[in-house]
């Protein structure tokens, strides 16, 4: 496996289940990011880690968890999640966070909350 | 609030066009802009990164402009192919520490 990757690529959920999210990156990177994209909005900023610490928590509501074990994985754990959570679920990494530093994204995990 | 806008939201043109994509942000103390590429049901790629400081930066067929003081950038494909088919997402970064601001993208259509 090369570059980011997500799973699982699409995910289905009630409002009660409690599933997680998992990303990992083969680049070497020290930064990883939790973006959301949802229909009709542009995408917007989740969560950050670098160096597995937690840098930028953007206003997330508590039902999105996120945790980083190293720098090579991070999850995004979710429960009791409400229909308007359905969205499309982006990883990234770089190589720290800040500067000029490149992301590179992973292909998303598409959640559909019912 | 730094807002950031890509009118229109799709655009379909025929092989062969030279086209421009555009993009506007409302606060013009940034740090930098990228332009990345979305194909449906992937991740995004970036295209091109311009500095606060520089006016335009060529990749390919690609060229990308900034104007800082009217906050506008755009996004020039030259003779464009089928394959640069995809949503096309502008960014801006307001510090070296900041967040990318998105726009919601343009998805381009290119017919053989």
């Known amino acids: 496996e090369t570059g980011v990757t997500q799973t699982p690529r699409h995910l289905v959920m009630g409002m009660t289940n409690k599933k997680s999210l998992k990303c990992e990156q083969h680049l070497g990177h020290n930064a990883m990011y939790w973006y959301k994209q949802s229909a009709k909005k542009p995408l917007e900023l989740m969560f950050v880690?670098?160096?597995?610490?937690?840098?930028e928590n953007n206003s997330v509501p508590s039902r999105f968890s996120p945790e980083c074990p190293n720098s090579s994985h991070l999850f995004l754990h979710l429960h009791t999640l409400q229909p308007e959570d359905s969205a499309l679920y982006l990883c990234a990494s770089s190589l720290s966070w800040g500067a000029d530093n490149e992301q590179f994204f992973g292909p998303g995990t598409r959640l559909t909350v019912l | 609030k730094q807002e950031v806008t890509q009118i229109p939201a799709a655009l379909s043109v025929p092989e062969g066009e030279n086209l421009v994509l555009n993009c506007s942000f409302t606060?013009?103390?940034?740090?930098?802009l990228q332009w990345f590429r979305q194909d449906p049901g992937k991740g995004l790629t970036s295209l091109l990164l311009i500095q606060s400081s520089q006016r335009e930066q060529t990749s390919g067929r690609l060229n990308a402009s900034l104007d800082k003081s009217s906050g506008r950038s755009t996004l020039y494909i030259a003779a464009s192919q089928p394959g640069d088919s995809a949503t096309y997402l502008c960014?801006?970064?307001?510090?070296?520490?900041?967040?990318?601001?998105f726009g919601k993208g343009i998805t381009l259509s290119v017919r053989p």
């Open positions: 960014a801006v970064k307001a510090g070296a520490n900041s967040k990318l601001t």
């Open positions: 606060d013009s103390a940034i740090y930098n």
């Open positions: 880690y670098n160096f597995k610490e937690q840098t």
